[in-house]
Each structure stands twice: as structure tokens, then as C-alpha cells.
């Protein structure tokens, strides 16, 4: 099967520009995530979207993050205004979402950020 | 407050020699524990969870509740097992979120 599919790999912008992120789960998976990734640390889970309902964004800076899943199939993920601190990678991952069972997240290949 | 914990950020062995990498969690429950590898120019991927009971390319992982540990084991490492390895935990309900630790670097010198 396809996998998570995320655009684009690498993104370099200034500081207080914006920045949008596109991803495109595997077909099925109701559970959608974006983490992200700070360089030397683990991905740390920004927005978990179950179809197209948000289950938890208690660690979304919401004065300049925002995200949508569109009909519960593809999401994007924006920045604006972006700071220096938002270099990152940024990983979505999907998972058919039910409880107890095939609740392993399968991960896209990243959006590198990075912001000068 | 849910939490995993990796305590070494590098570990460096010889091939053929066992490897422990080790995974402390906290969390009100009985929570589903993973480890997740990615290995250089690759996709962050599932390697195991506990619930398999499964060893995945000769590595094993046991949950001690006792401990609230769930370490990862070879007794033998290859080269091909260097990569950034990862131990997550969630919970059981189908909304729970994936708590990732914060990652270590398994180095396999020839």
C-alpha cells in the first residue's frame, strides 16, 4: 500500500513569513498526526485529528500554528508568523485509528524547516 | 503526567557484542509501549510493541510494570542495527495520543 505521503521535503523561509505543510495519509486511517521534531529531541505531537475532528492540540501554539484535515482524508499544517525557534522537522503520521487494534502510526518522511 | 524517558542519548557497542537500550515510562494505567527505529535516509517505523510479544529482527522488549520499564535487547548486534531508536507509549482508547521519548543513537562499530 501507499504510503503518508507529505509535501514538500524542504523548506527554508525568513522569520515572520508563513509556511503551510500538506499531507496525505494512508487511504482508510482515521487517525491523522503532526508531530514535530526539534533537532536532538524525539517528535513531540502538536495535533491528532480523528477523521476530520480534533482529538487533542493542548501542545498547538495556536497564536501561529493552525491545522485542518479537509473531509477527513488530507491535512495541512501552517505557520504564521514563523520564528527562528520553528526549525524542525515536521512528521504527519496516520493510523486506522481503532482502539486495541493496528494502533501502529506509520509516518510520512518529514517536512525539514527551516527558518532564517 | 505521561512521560518516557531515554536515558542515553548515545550508545556505542561492538558487533556481535549485546545491546540494552533502555526505556522508563510514566503513566496512570496500563498503557501499549512501542519501539519505533529510524534508520539513516529512512522513515520513522514501528520495530515492535509489547502487546506482540514478537522478537523483530533479533531484538525482544519486555514490559515490567513493576519498573514501568520496557527495554529493548539483542544479544548480538550487526551493523546494520546503528540507527536513532525510539520508545513510545499510548494509551488503550482509540483517541489516545503517541508519547514519544526523546530517542537514542545506537552506534555498532565493526
Known amino acids: 500500500e501507499a504510503g503518508v505521503a507529505q509535501s514538500p521535503r524542504y523548506k527554508i523561509i525568513e522569520k515572520r513569513q508563513s509556511v503551510a505543510f500538506w499531507c496525505n495519509p494512508i487511504?482508510?486511517?482515521?487517525?491523522l498526526y503532526w508531530y514535530q521534531q526539534i533537532l536532538g529531541q524525539g517528535p513531540k505531537l502538536l495535533i491528532q485529528?480523528?477523521?476530520?475532528?480534533?482529538?487533542?492540540d493542548s501542545q498547538l501554539p495556536k497564536d501561529r500554528f493552525s491545522a485542518e484535515r479537509l473531509k477527513g482524508v488530507d491535512s495541512t499544517l501552517k505557520i504564521q508568523p514563523a520564528k527562528l525557534e520553528d526549525s524542525a522537522v515536521y512528521l504527519c503520521?496516520?493510523?486506522?485509528?481503532?482502539?486495541?487494534?493496528?494502533?501502529?502510526?506509520?509516518f510520512g518522511q518529514g517536512t525539514r524547516l527551516t527558518v532564517v | 503526567a505521561q512521560r518516557v524517558t531515554q536515558p542515553e542519548k548515545l550508545l556505542s557497542v561492538f558487533k556481535g557484542a549485546p545491546v540494552e537500550l533502555k526505556c522508563n515510562y510514566s503513566?496512570?494505567?496500563?498503557?501499549?509501549l512501542f519501539w519505533y527505529v529510524q534508520y539513516s535516509r529512512q522513515r520513522l517505523q514501528l520495530l515492535l510493541r509489547?502487546?506482540s510479544r514478537e522478537s523483530i529482527k533479533g531484538f525482544t522488549a519486555d514490559l515490567n510494570k513493576g519498573e514501568t520499564s520496557f527495554h529493548l535487547k539483542k544479544p548480538f548486534a550487526q551493523e546494520e542495527d546503528s540507527a536513532m531508536y525510539y520508545c513510545?507509549?499510548?494509551?488503550?482508547?482509540?483517541?489516545?495520543?503517541?508519547?514519544f521519548g526523546s530517542g537514542t543513537r545506537l552506534s555498532i562499530r565493526p
Open positions: 503520521a496516520s493510523s486506522p485509528g481503532r482502539a486495541h487494534l493496528n494502533t501502529e502510526a506509520f
Open positions: 487511504s482508510g486511517h482515521a487517525t
Open positions: 485529528f480523528q477523521n476530520n475532528g480534533v482529538v487533542d
Open positions: 503513566y496512570s494505567g496500563s498503557p501499549e
Open positions: 509489547h502487546i
Open positions: 513510545a507509549l499510548r494509551g488503550y482508547s482509540s483517541a489516545s495520543k503517541i508519547i
